[in-house]
């Protein structure tokens, strides 16, 4: 069992930066790849960014290329989304979520067995 925690949004200008955490508790954390998603008003949830349980691979969305940057601290248990040059469609929920594999299935929300409760992201021009 994985429990996750969401922090670190908030209002932000269009081109600043914010940084996302993700703290996780149990004891399997060190276990799972590790995901961002978001989901923005009135549309479906998408897979922003991905992370190996080592941290050895990392995987983006095409819209995020080049502006955010995943990464994790398995010794603290947490998972970090850096988020940089933020634009007005970059504005959603940002959920972290634990995979259940270890290096797989990046891209689809079902191979994730635990989801965080969500942080706003407001991006404005």
């Known amino acids: 069992q994985v429990q996750l925690v969401e922090s670190g949004g908030g209002l932000v200008q269009v081109g600043g930066s914010l940084r996302l955490s993700c703290a996780a508790s149990?004891?399997?954390?060190?276990?799972?790849?590790m995901g961002w998603f978001r989901q923005a008003p009135g549309k479906e949830r998408e897979f922003v960014a991905g992370?190996?349980?080592?941290?050895?691979?990392?995987y983006y969305a095409d819209s995020v290329k080049g502006r955010f940057s995943i990464s994790r601290d398995n010794a603290k248990n947490t998972v970090y989304l850096q988020m940089n040059s933020l634009k007005p469609e970059d504005t959603a929920v940002y959920y972290c979520?634990?995979?259940?594999?270890?290096?797989?299935?990046?891209?689809?929300?079902?191979?994730?067995?635990?989801w965080g409760q969500g942080t706003q992201v407001t991006v404005s021009s």
């Open positions: 979520a634990a995979n259940r594999y270890k290096n797989s299935g990046y891209y689809i929300g079902d191979s994730y067995d635990y």
């Open positions: 149990g004891r399997s954390f060190n276990s799972h790849a």
């Open positions: 992370i190996s349980w080592r941290g050895a691979s990392t």
